[in-house]
Antibody, heavy 118, light 107 residues
Framework: QVQLVQSGAEVKKPGSSVRVSCRTS????????VAWLRQAPGQGLEWMGK????????DKAHKFQGRVTFTADKSTSTAYMDLSSLTSADTAVYYC???????????WGQGSPVIVSS | EIVLTQSPDTVSLSPGEGATLSCRAS???????VAWYQQKPGQTPRLLIY???NRATGIPDRFSGSGSGTDFTLTISRVEPEDFAVYYC????????FGQGTKVEMK
């Protein structure tokens, strides 16, 4: 049973950074592509990028270039998303998901709310 | 970037009625690389359809997907009470983008 379990809610000040973790189980971490997506309140879904843990490289949506970093710890089967220079526009629920080799998302974490407020 | 536009924004139905949800792409989506997701309030999105017409594991056969090129459709043959939710299409031919969603609400 594939599972992705994310870290809890965060409240951050504008200009600061946030780290969200995503612990995986139920399949070899070496077979994963971990994607990161977000959903602002009342809005749709937005793909931020992905990481391939076995090689430690991935891809980022153009919008987040220079502001987001994806890493993975193979020893704990955990992926991380770091987002810097936060503004109120970054207030959202952040999801990790398993991205298939084709590019759709078959298993999702439960979501991590991030609130950016002064 | 491929922009996906879903219609309608909201559809009101009674249980047992059929639903047809549309997803139009700003340019052709190669290899029919379109997926559909269902999201209920406060819940995580759930994969319904991938490859435009393939049902994901455990998805009831009242859900079906079709289409090619720039026009894709999700059909719910007979809406059940648990189907009231927001539905999103996604393309994965060029990066990954989502439509804005269609809300299926109870009439």
């Amino acid at each position: 049973q594939v599972q992705l379990v994310q870290s809890g809610a965060e409240v951050k000040k504008p200009g600061s950074s946030v780290r969200v973790s995503c612990r995986t189980s139920g399949a070899s971490f070496n077979t994963y592509i971990v994607a990161w997506l977000r959903q602002a309140p009342g809005q749709g879904l937005e793909w931020m990028g992905k990481i391939v843990p076995i090689v430690g490289v991935g891809d980022k949506a153009h919008k987040f270039q220079g502001r987001v970093t994806f890493t993975a710890d193979k020893s704990t089967s955990t992926a991380y998303m770091d987002l810097s220079s936060l503004t109120s526009a970054d207030t959202a629920v952040y999801y990790c998901a398993r991205e298939t080799s084709q590019g759709y998302f078959d298993f999702w974490g439960q979501g991590s709310p991030v609130i950016v407020s002064s | 970037e491929i922009v996906l536009t879903q219609s309608p924004d909201t559809v009101s139905l009674s249980p047992g009625e059929g639903a047809t949800l549309s997803c139009r792409a700003s340019q052709s989506v190669s290899s029919r690389w379109v997926a559909w997701y269902q999201q209920k309030p406060g819940q995580t999105p759930r994969l319904l359809i991938y490859g435009a017409s393939n049902r994901a594991t455990g998805i009831p056969d009242r859900f079906s997907g079709s289409g090619s090129g720039t026009d894709f459709t999700l059909t719910i043959s007979r809406v059940e009470p648990e189907d009231f939710a927001v539905y999103y299409c996604q393309q994965y031919a060029a990066s990954r983008t989502f439509g804005q969603g269609t809300k299926v609400e109870m009439k």
